[in-house]
């Protein structure tokens, strides 16, 4: 979990940078000013992303997670070091992680509805050998729908 929190808050001014490189090179100026103005808030609104830009919408969902998990973690982390059950706290810090992803991810409805067309074969390989931004988001989807059944089930 450290390695993780670590990983993500080392990364998220490398993935402001590519986002506003992204910006810049695709004549968006008025995006990448606004990113760079402030970083958190700055980022479009997923509902804005076009289907087709996978790349733009895998960059500002990264952004998002790296923002919000590192505290989730740090939190699981000291209830950890307080001795409580290992279990418990892994099954609380999954559920906040689906809580945390379906939120970032519920303005990609388009993105979604690719996973009900998609044969389980298919999303099998994405989930063990993603290729490319496209991939990646539909892993997360994937992950997201599995995780909701999971959690519907246990309530």
Not at 29 to 54: C, T
Not at 91 to 105: A, G, M, S
Not at 141 to 148: N, P, Q, R, S
Request: proline share 2%.
């Amino acid at each position: 979990m450290l390695t993780y929190r670590i990983h993500l808050e080392n990364s998220f001014d490398d993935t402001i940078d590519e986002i506003v490189n992204y910006y810049i090179n695709n004549n968006q100026k008025l995006d990448a000013d606004r990113v760079i103005e402030d970083p958190i808030n700055g980022l479009k609104n997923l509902n804005d992303v076009s289907y087709e830009n996978s790349y733009e919408a895998y960059l500002i969902t990264q952004i998002k997670l790296c923002i919000l998990l590192p505290n989730v973690i740090e939190e699981h982390i000291r209830m950890l070091n307080v001795d409580e059950d290992i279990d418990s706290v892994l099954e609380l810090f999954e559920l906040r992680v689906y809580d945390i992803k379906k939120d970032i991810y519920s303005n990609l409805g388009e993105w979604e509805l690719i996973l009900d067309h998609i044969d389980d074969e298919r999303i099998s390989k994405i989930c063990s050998n993603p290729k490319g931004h496209g991939d990646l988001l539909l892993k997360e989807l994937f992950w997201i729908k599995k995780c909701g059944k999971k959690h519907a089930k246990n309530v």
